[in-house]
């Protein structure tokens, strides 16, 4: 069995993508406020699907099955972002670099300027980004991080930018060495036990599901 596996493409009409960042936070006496951020920031989702013919259902009741039951997980993404929203016309990415080539929304990491600004290359001229766009490093198929995109970045005539993102790129493990990525930006998940709701039923054809994001190194 593949691992990850793909997101069905079945038709989604609501999906929540939002990260989550592990923190305590203590009201004290004499209206003081503590706070502290711990851990890895992840990312959690929900998926609601179109109203369902039933082999579209028998593809949700496998999908569900191979996304965590035996520890496989699937590849997750914003299914109302799944490109740069300056370039979404419903189709992959396309176009042509600023230096030459085809363009499929797969770029390089050209510099880490520090955790939260990186220099990507390998873009077509005036490239554009915009506030809450998503941007994958990839190192392999199971190790992704994934980020919004906080400003607003145009590509140069040479075809790079410089992005500001958040949370901040973990440099202990990618490096310039990995790829970037616009197309489908993605992280590995597993549905989340109990979550899935497969009702079957003439008035209910619309499984759901939550997911949370798992690391691999």
């Not at 593949?2 to 997101?7: G, S």
């Not at 930018?161 to 958040?166: A, N, W, Y």
Request: charged share 20%; glycine share 8%; net charge neutral.
């Amino acid at each position: 069995m593949a691992d990850p596996i793909l997101l069905p493409a079945i038709g989604w009409v609501e999906c929540s993508f939002d990260p989550v960042q592990p923190r305590d936070t203590n009201q004290m006496e004499g209206r003081r406020t503590e706070a502290q951020t711990f851990g890895t920031p992840y990312w959690v989702a929900r998926y609601v699907a179109k109203p369902l013919l039933r082999p579209e259902y028998g593809v949700m009741d496998a999908f569900m099955m191979q996304a965590g039951d035996d520890g496989e997980t699937f590849l997750a993404y914003d299914a109302f972002r799944p490109r740069p929203v300056a370039h979404d016309n419903g189709q992959p990415l396309s176009g042509t670099r600023a230096q030459g080539g085809a363009f499929n929304g797969q770029a390089v990491l050209q510099s880490i300027t520090n955790s939260r600004t990186i220099v990507v290359s390998g873009l077509p001229a005036a490239f554009k980004l915009s506030p809450g766009d998503y941007v994958e490093i990839r190192k392999s198929a199971l190790v992704r991080s994934l980020h919004r995109i906080m400003t607003a970045a145009t590509a140069n005539a040479s075809g790079v930018v410089t992005l500001s993102i958040k949370y901040g790129l973990d440099t202990g493990v990618f490096s310039t060495a990995n790829t970037v990525h616009f197309e489908k930006p993605s992280c590995t998940m597993q549905i989340d036990r109990g979550s899935y709701d497969g009702t079957k039923s003439w008035a209910s054809r619309s499984p759901s599901f939550t997911a949370t994001e798992v690391f691999f190194s």
